[in-house]
């Protein structure tokens, strides 16, 4: 059972719109989420994280936003770009443990398109 | 330039083939993870290493040895590889802050697509 959730498989956008990639989780214990960009034939790279006692996290044109209560998360891209077309990934780390592994939604693919 | 690298890229083999697939990463990092990737399952964790000669079972280490007897090496190994570890199959690594999150900012190698025939 998918404990982190993007049911988004895929989502295509015009340049220099907003991008809008969603992500939703059932486990209240994640405490620490983080999306990652991953090209094709590379390894996914971090984009941004969030911190469950933060509601917003803004790092350039890429801005994260919790809703703790509604258990989602968001990932706005803005204006997008060409070169954000990637698979996004949202991950979630649990507030247990050493491991404290991530736990990995299925990704989104975003198209932007020129 | 800072980097996690595995090889080969790709491999194919045979069922029961015993093959080695490395990593290494030169930024010092305390942590490294072996992740695998299949359709419709996503990112599941095979084994970690929270520093040298510390190692554990991630979700799904069935199949999988690792050792880590050095910090900057973290091989993966099929003893007896089967078609059903046909994946691709990620190393990641990084720091291990004090009171800190061991995942955080993972970096990933470039992946190793392997095939068991």
């Known amino acids: 059972d998918q404990q982190v959730k993007q049911n988004s498989p895929s989502l295509s956008v015009q340049e220099g719109r907003i991008s809008i990639l969603n992500c939703d989780y059932t486990?209240?214990?994640?405490?620490?989420f983080l999306w990652y960009k991953k090209y094709p034939a590379e390894g996914p790279t971090f984009l941004i994280s969030?911190?469950?006692i933060k509601d917003k996290n803004e790092d350039g044109r890429f801005t994260v936003f919790l809703n703790k209560s509604a258990k989602h998360l968001s990932l706005h891209i803005v204006p997008s770009q060409p070169g954000d077309s990637a698979v996004y990934f949202c991950a979630a780390s649990p507030n247990a443990g050493n491991n404290r592994k991530l736990i990995w939604g299925l990704g989104t693919s975003l198209a932007v398109n020129p | 330039e800072a980097q996690v690298t595995q090889n080969p890229r790709y491999l194919i083999t045979v069922t029961g083939k015993k093959l080695t697939v490395t990593c290494s990463q030169n930024?010092?990092?305390?942590?490294m993870s072996w992740y695998r990737q299949d359709p419709g399952l996503g990112l599941r964790q095979i084994y970690y290493s929270m520093n040298v000669e510390v190692t554990d079972k991630g979700d799904v280490p069935e199949g999988y040895k690792v050792s880590r007897k050095e910090k900057r090496n973290f091989p993966l190994i099929l003893e007896s590889p089967s078609p059903n570890q046909t994946s691709l199959y990620f190393c990641?690594?990084?720091?291990?802050?004090?009171?800190?999150?061991?995942?955080?900012?993972?970096?990933f190698g470039s992946g190793t697509q392997l095939s068991v025939l």
């Open positions: 486990n209240s214990m994640f405490d620490y």
């Open positions: 930024m010092n990092h305390e942590y």
């Open positions: 990641a690594s990084s720091l291990l802050r004090t009171g800190g999150l061991a995942n955080e900012k993972l970096f």
């Open positions: 969030i911190s469950s």
